[in-house]
Antibody, heavy 116, light 107 residues
Framework: QVQLLQSGAEVKKPGASVKVSCQTSGYTFTSYYMHWVRQAPGQGLEWMGWINPKTGVTNYAQKFEGRVTLTRDTSISTAYMDLTRLRSDDTAVYYC?????????WGQGTLVTVSS | AIQMIQSPSSLSASVRDRITISCRASQDIRNDLAWYQQKPGKAPELLIYAASSLQSGVPSRFSGSGSGTDFTLTISSLQPEDFATYYCLQDYGYPRTFGQGTKVEIK
């Protein structure tokens, strides 16, 4: 069965960076795009970008351009989201989500808390 | 960016009620719209894609309709497990954008 297992919760100080991993199983990793979506506490969903695991090509929301980097390691079927220059309003649950037409299977989410 | 406006932002309903949630796009997005259900503390789950295609495994009481700028999610007979927050997502343009969500509560 399809599984996306994300890394554990993180607490970071403002200005720091965070890297969240998304380990996949149960499907061919390079056959589906991987999207990243975040959700601030009590708020809605916000799309951050996607990576094509086969080619490494990425597409970022302009809001995050220059601060977010999506990468992947095909040898271990794992995708990564790196967010730099963290601010307090980056506190959120970050999700990876496999996509065919649209995201269909989601990871369990990773809470990133940014606090001094 | 394409704006997605959902209505209502919340609603109260009873088991076996029929409910509809609307999503309006700020420009024509053809039928490039999906619907998700999210329960507290859980990841969203895909219900509908391409405006009206039911995702595998999703009960048939869920249906979607619309094209262009106006879309609707209908639950024909609300079940206890359907109380949740629902989001629309446009996958026509970049950045992808979600509606603000509709919380369905028990009356």
């Amino acid at each position: 069965q399809v599984q996306l297992l994300q890394s554990g919760a993180e607490v970071k100080k403002p200005g720091a960076s965070v890297k969240v991993s998304c380990q996949t199983s149960g499907y061919t990793f390079t056959s589906y795009y991987m999207h990243w979506v975040r959700q601030a506490p009590g708020q809605g969903l916000e799309w951050m970008g996607w990576i094509n695991p086969k080619t490494g090509v990425t597409n970022y929301a302009q809001k995050f351009e220059g601060r977010v980097t999506l990468t992947r390691d095909t040898s271990i079927s794992t995708a990564y989201m790196d967010l730099t220059r963290l601010r307090s309003d980056d506190t959120a649950v970050y999700y990876c989500a496999r996509a065919t037409i649209v995201p269909d299977f989601w990871g369990q989410g990773t809470l990133v808390t940014v606090s001094s | 960016a394409i704006q997605m406006i959902q209505s209502p932002s919340s609603l109260s309903a009873s088991v076996r009620d029929r409910i509809t949630i609307s999503c309006r796009a700020s420009q024509d997005i053809r039928n490039d719209l999906a619907w998700y259900q999210q329960k507290p503390g859980k990841a969203p789950e895909l219900l509908i894609y391409a405006a009206s295609s039911l995702q595998s495994g999703v009960p048939s009481r869920f249906s979607g309709s619309g094209s262009g700028t106006d879309f609707t999610l209908t639950i024909s007979s609300l079940q206890p497990e359907d109380f949740a927050t629902y989001y629309c997502l446009q996958d026509y343009g970049y950045p992808r954008t979600f509606g603000q969500g509709t919380k369905v509560e028990i009356k």
